[in-house]
C-alpha cells in the first residue's frame, strides 16, 4: 500500500465534469463499458422487435420497411456501439495495469476517441425519426440498394461511420503507442499477458481496415451526392466493387470483434485452472496467422457474386486455412485445463461458454467456407446462426467474463457470486434456444434479412423468438448484479481469485485513480 | 439408403420430436443438387466428430480435473510436439475435404453445351423471365393473397412460395440460366436446384441445371433488394419435353394476342376491370390497394393532383417511372393495354373521378416517341 500512498494525491476531479474532462484510463474504460452496455439495449431492443414480428409467419406488428431499418440499426449498434467499444473499454482498463504503465500513452486523444461515440450514435439514431426512416440497407450496405434506392438518411450514416472510425483508429493507435513504449522495465515482448497481446493485434487490424470503411462509405456518399458511378454499371462502376472493398474492411472486422475475446478467455481459463497457459508462443502465433489470414479470404462472403472459378477455389483454400489456428488456440484452451485444478466461478462458466459454442460457430464456418455448399447456406439463417455463434456466446460473453472476472479489482467489490451463477445458465440456454434453431430453418430454406416467411418455418421461429426474450431479459440482471456490486458488494479480497496471476493484481483493491506512478520491480517477482 | 443412414445419425444427436420438422438441406432433384447435399453431410460429420473429441476431452478434464475433487494443478505449460500434431492433423482433414469440394465446384461452373436458355431479370420486387430464341417472355409475380399476409384469412401451404406464372423447364434437358438485374441486387435461389446466385444491374451471371424429375420446385430471392424482398419468390415447374412444348406454343400464342389486343378499341368499363388487377400485382404494394400510399415515399394517389391532372403527366410517370424515388419505368416491364388500362383505373378509382379513359395506342404512341 505504501508503494501507492504518493499517489493519493490527487484523485478524481468533482462532479460531471470528471467524466467529460477525464484523461485517466480507468474514467475511460468506465465510460467506453457503461456506453457499450447501454448500446448493447438499445441494439437489444430492436433485436426484440425483430424477433417479435417473427414470432409467427404474417405481418403482425410492423411493415417491412421498418423490419429492414431495425435489422440494419441493430447489426450496426451491436459491431459498432456494443461489442467493439466494450473492448476499448477493457483495453483501457486493463492494458495499463498489464504491462505496468501508469496511464495510455496519448491521455488526451484517449478522451477525444470515446467522446466522439455518443455524437456518432445520436446521429445514426436520429435518423430512426428522418422523413422516410433510417438506413434499410442492412449493415452491409450493398450497392445499389444504398446509393441508387437509399433513403435520404444514407448521408448521417455516412458520417456517423466516418466517427466511429476515426474513434476506432485513435484508440488503435492509443493502444499500439502505450504497448510499444510503456511497458514496465524488463517486459519483453514475449512476456506480454495474452490479452495484451491480443489487443496489439486487433490495434493493427484496425488501423489496417478502418480506412478501408471510410474509403467505401465515401465512395457511397460520392455516388449518392456527386454523381460518380463507383457502383453503378450504367456509369461503368460495378456494384459488386462495393462488395470488394467492404468486404475487405468487414472480415477483418470480424477477427476485431472476436480476437480480444479470445485473449480474456486466454487469461480467465489459466487463473481458474490454477495452472499456466499451455503453449503461450503457439497462441501468439496463431493469433498472428489469423489476423494476416483475415486478410485473405474476404471473398468468400461473396461465392454467389458470379466470381470466376480460380477464384472460389482460392477464397475457399484460404478460408478453411483459417480453421488450422483456431483449432490450436482451442486446443491450447482444452490443454490448460487438462489436469488443472479446476473451480467454476461465473467467469469461468461463461469462459468455458465461450470455447464450446465459439467452437460450434467456428465449425459452422468451415461449413460455409465449402464454396459449392455455401450455395445452398449463403443469405440463410444458417449464416445467420453461425455469425450469431461467433458474436453473442463468442464476443459478447467474452466480454461478460471479463468484466465478472476484472470488477473486483476494479471496484473494490465482489459481485454476488450466487447471481453471477444465475446469470450465466438462463444466458447459456437462452443463447442456445436463440441461435441453435437458425441452423436448421436456414438449411429447410429460410433467407435472412425477411419480415415475413413460409409456414414450414413457423416452429422454429417461435422458438428462437422464445429463447431470445429469455436471453434478452436475462441480460437485465447482469445490470441488476453489477449496480448491486458497486453499491453493496462485500468488499473484495486483494487477490479475488486464488489462481490469478500478473501486475493487475499487485495493485491495491480497489485499484486506486493512479497506478504504477513508479514502474513495478519484474526482478522481485 | 444413404439418406436414411442421415436420418438414423441425426437421430442419434438430436432429440427425436425435431424429426418431424424440416431440418436439413434438401437433397434436391438434380445431380449437382445431389452432390452438394452429400457434401454437406460428409462435412457436417466431420465437423461433428471434431467437436465430440474436442468437446469430450474437455467435459473428461471438467469433470475429473476440478478442484472439489481434490486434484492438483498439473504445472506443464507447452509441448512442441503436441502442438505440431495438431496444426497438422486439422490440416490433412482440410485437404480432405477440398478435393470433393474442388470437383463439385468445377462441375456446377461448367454452363457449356445447354439446351435452352433463360434470362432471369430481378426488378423490385418480382422476376422475369425471358426465353433466349423463343420469342417469350413474362413476369413472375407473388400470389399470395394480402389478405392471408394480413392475416385476415388462413394461410394456405405455399403460403409466400407461390407465383402468378411459374417458369416452366423440360425435365433431363440442361437448362442455362442467365441472371441479370434491372435495379438492385437480388439473388435467384432455388434449394431443389442447388441454385443460388446474384443477379447484378449491368452483369450476367450464369447458372445450369439439368432436373430429373418432374415437379413444382419453389424458392426465394435471397440478397436483400428493399422493402419486399421477402415476396418475391420462385417457383420452377419442371415437365415431360411434350408438355414443355405445348406450354411454349401457348405462350406464344397468348403473347401474340395481347399485341394483336392492343389495337383493339376498349371501352371504359373493360380498362377499368383490366386495370384493377394490373394494379393489385404492380402497385398496390407501394401505393397500397386503398390509394392511400406510404407518404413521403410513396404518394398517395387518392386525390392526388397528377392522376386528377393532366392526362399526359400522368402517362409519362407510369412510363418512365421516378427512379431516384423507387418508381420504376413500367413502359419497360408491362404492355401498352397494361399501361393503358391501370392509368384509367386510377383516374376513375377511390375519390378520383375523372372519367378519363386512356388507350393503348395513345401509351404506344408515348412509347414510340420515346
Known sequence: MSAHAETMHHGPAKGFSRWILTTNHKDIGTLYLVFSLIMLFIGGTMAFVIRAELFQPGLQLVMPEFFNQMTTMHG???IFGAVMPAFVGLANWQVPLMIGAPDMALPRLNNFSFWILPFAFAMLLSTLFMPGGAPDFGWTFYAPLSTTYAPPSVTFFVFAVHMMGISSILGAINVIVTIFNMRAPGMKMMDLPLFVWSWLITAFLLIAVMPVLAAVVTMVLMDVHFGTSFFSAAGGGDPVLFQHVFWFFAHPEVYIMVLPAFGVISEIIPTFA???LFGYRAMVLATVAIAFLSFIVWAHHMFTVGMPLAGELFFMYTTMLIAVPTGVKVFNWISTMFKGSMTFETPMLFAIAFIVLFTIGGLSGLML???PADFQYHDTYFVVAHFHYVLVPGSVFGIIAAVYYWLPKWSGKMYDEKLGQWHFWLSFIGVNLTFFPMHFVGLAGMPRRIPDYALQFADFNMLTSLGAFLFGTTQLLFVYILIKTVR????AEQLPWEGARG??????????????????DLERK | MCRRLHLFCLALVLPAPLLALEFNMPTGVTDTSQSVFNLHMTIFYICLAIAVVVFGVMMWSIYHHRKSRGHEAAQFHGNILVEVIWTTIPFLILVAIAIPSTITLGDLYDASESDIDIQV?????KWHYKYIGEDVDFFSVLATPREEIENRKKKNPNYLLEVDNPVVVPVHKKVRFLFTSNDVIHAWWVPDLAIKKDAIPGF????????????????QCAELCGKHHAFMPIEVKAVSESEYETWLADQKAAQQAAVAAADKDWSLEELVNTGATVYEKNCAACHQADGSGMPPTFPALDGSSIVQGEKLEHMKIVTNGRVEKGMPAFGKQLTAVDIAAVITFERNSWGNKTGDRVTPAEIQDLMDKQ
Open chain 2, 121 to 125: 431479370t430481378g426488378h423490385q420486387w
Open chain 1, 76 to 78: 450496426l449498434i451491436m
Open chain 1, 503 to 520: 501486475l493487475e493484481w499487485s495493485v491495491p483493491t480497489p485499484a486506486p485513480y493512479h497506478t504504477f506512478t513508479t514502474p513495478p
Open chain 1, 274 to 276: 490454477r495452472k499456466p
Open chain 1, 488 to 491: 453493496s458488494g462485500k468488499k
Open chain 2, 204 to 219: 450476367i451471371n450464369e447458372s445450369w441445371t439439368r432436373i430429373k424429375e418432374p415437379g413444382v420446385y419453389r424458392g
Open chain 1, 369 to 371: 467456407a465449402i464454396a
